[in-house]
């Protein structure tokens, strides 16, 4: 069983900063393949950006387009813990940010049926 914690949500003005983190508790290993996805009022559960462990010392990342190039993921396994660095933030970025994790397969990007372990969620919204 994996519990994933979220939290650094807050407010932040457009063209801020933010970051988020995510700890992963009830295991000694980070999921290999963790991600984040944010659902913003009446809209489905989208992926954001995730990761997938390739070795003991390299990592794959994946973005959604319209976060690339202003989000970073990352992860750092000694600590149990993903980030995502959000900078440039948009209006549109405003959302609850939920960090997922799959029990099987490899693909960051996937759909949110087919992750297994999920965040409660960290608020995040962007003021004008």
């Known amino acids: 069983q994996v519990q994933l914690v979220e939290s650094g949500g807050g407010l932040v003005q457009t063209g801020g900063s933010l970051r988020l983190s995510c700890a992963a508790a009830g295991r000694t290993v980070m999921p290999r393949t963790i991600s984040w996805f944010r659902q913003a009022p009446g809209k489905e559960r989208e992926f954001v950006a995730g990761?997938?462990?390739?070795?003991?010392?390299?990592?794959?990342?994946d973005y959604a387009a319209s976060v690339e190039g202003r989000f970073t993921v990352s992860r750092d396994n000694a600590k149990n813990t993903m980030y995502l660095q959000m900078n440039s933030v948009k209006f549109e970025d405003t959302a609850v940010y939920y960090c997922a994790a799959r029990a099987v397969g490899v693909v960051p990007n996937a759909r949110p049926d087919e992750y297994d372990y999920w965040g409660q969620g960290t608020q995040v919204t962007v003021s004008s």
């Open positions: 990761t997938r462990q390739i070795d003991a010392n390299s990592y794959y990342t």
